[in-house]
């Protein structure tokens, strides 16, 4: 790969970092240990709770199968949730016996269609999964509202929202549960890793029971300075937690989000600006009550409108050396889902159509401005071929 390559979803690591996980190996604590319980507490301030609410995994997916677990989901159960997600949101729910059933999404935010909710209700329904997709936060009024009306748990995924608000409210506080990705792509990152928050400090400290093999609480202590001490199963767990030398990226990438966000939001405006002429849809404005945490800029290309499908343009930017993503095929367009659920791309008409079209550009605040200069010259020239 050329130097000149734009890596998309490149990750902004700095020297503290790098000099952070460098310190961890040579403190011999390599596994689950003191600086994972440090950035426990970073992301619970982060987020407005106590410490003890936050629990950190070694992915988002986990993140999901956990809270789906303290919430009683199981077999002969049903969670709602978006088509227009990474397949770890279904699968999630796979894992616990429960069957996921798809909501379509509103095709100008792209998240959850709230009105459409209440038909896919039935007495099976255990829980509401909403994702925040791109950053943008879901109409959690409404969302809320049908859950306690009919007495659903609500899990955010909020692997694209770590800095989002809603009504002032951080994502990931306002359901009963909220979970967090630290994927090398994501605003906040460890490498690979997760992180999940509870409103109830007890379905936590089971959570972070679970992670660990179903050991009793801080069996990780076991081999510290403090004295070997006997650990007991009382749970068939997972093998669910995270590495010192995640959280030692971590607890600096938390430090600097802030300051990535803008950078985000920046890059994200000059996009909109520039292209807002092109033969595209541009991503939605957000509404002025939420904060959107600007983790990806999609362009929905329709091959009758625009000069190259959404196939072509990929090739195309590959081949003037810029990465771009595709978020997401719509769930049911995947043979697993076809094939084990019966689920079809008419299912979920806008989500479909919007997996077949939506293509995602770099978006990272490692991004210098010439580099972002040259993505809008590459789209423009693209996109405006006769």
């Known amino acids: 790969m050329s130097?000149?390559?734009?890596?998309f979803g490149a990750p902004d690591i700095c020297e503290e970092e790098i000099l952070e996980v460098i310190t961890t190996m040579r403190s011999g604590w390599l596994g689950t240990g003191p600086k994972v319980k440090e950035f426990e507490e970073l992301f619970a301030a982060f987020k407005g709770m106590d410490a003890e609410q936050a629990v950190a995994v070694n992915s988002c997916t986990a993140a999901l199968h956990l809270s789906l677990l303290a919430a009683g989901v199981g077999p002969d159960d049903e969670v709602l949730t978006t088509p227009l997600t990474f397949c770890a949101t279904a699968n999630a729910i796979l894992h616990t016996g429960a069957t996921p059933v798809l909501v379509d999404v509103d095709p100008q935010t792209m998240n959850i269609d709230p009105s459409a909710i209440a038909a896919r209700i039935t007495p099976r329904t255990k829980a509401l999964m909403p994702v925040h997709f791109a950053g943008l936060p879901c109409a959690m009024d409404e969302i809320l509202a049908i859950a306690r009306d009919h007495r659903l748990t609500v899990i955010e995924d909020c692997a694209h929202a770590v800095e989002a608000t809603y009504r002032g409210r951080a994502t990931g506080t306002l359901g009963d549960f909220g979970c967090f990705s630290f994927y090398a792509t994501k605003n906040v990152t460890t490498g690979e890793g997760g992180m999940v928050v509870s409103r109830d400090i007890a379905q936590a400290q089971r959570m972070r029971m679970l992670a660990l093999h179903g050991m009793t609480r801080d069996a990780w202590k076991r081999f510290s300075d403090e004295g070997y001490a006997h650990y007991q199963v009382v749970e068939a767990g997972f093998k669910y937690n995270m590495m010192d030398m995640q959280a030692a990226i971590g607890v600096h990438q938390l430090a600097r989000v802030n300051g990535g966000w803008e950078r985000r939001k920046t890059i994200?405006?000059?996009?909109?600006?520039?292209?807002?002429?092109?033969?595209?849809?541009?991503?939605?404005?957000?509404?002025?009550?939420?904060?959107?945490?600007?983790?990806?800029?999609?362009?929905?290309?329709?091959?009758?409108?625009?000069?190259?499908?959404?196939?072509?343009?990929?090739?195309?930017?590959?081949?003037?050396?810029?990465?771009?993503?595709?978020?997401y095929l719509a769930l049911p367009a995947h043979p697993y889902y076809q094939d084990h659920l019966g689920w079809r791309p008419d299912d979920t008409p806008h989500a479909s159509a919007i997996g077949r079209s939506?293509?995602?550009?770099?978006?990272?605040?490692?991004?210098?401005?010439?580099?972002?200069?040259?993505?809008?010259?590459?789209?423009?020239?693209?996109?405006?071929?006769?």
């Open 268 to 327: 994200w405006n000059r996009y909109r600006e520039a292209l807002a002429d092109l033969p595209v849809i541009l991503p939605a404005e957000p509404p002025g009550y939420v904060r959107h945490a600007y983790h990806l800029f999609t362009l929905q290309i329709d091959a009758t409108h625009s000069p190259v499908s959404r196939d072509v343009f990929i090739r195309r930017m590959t081949a003037v050396g810029i990465g771009v993503g595709v978020h």
């Open 358 to 386: 939506t293509v995602s550009l770099p978006l990272s605040p490692a991004l210098s401005d010439a580099q972002v200069q040259r993505v809008i010259n590459a789209v423009t020239a693209i996109l405006c071929q006769a």
């Open 3 to 7: 130097q000149d390559f734009i890596v």
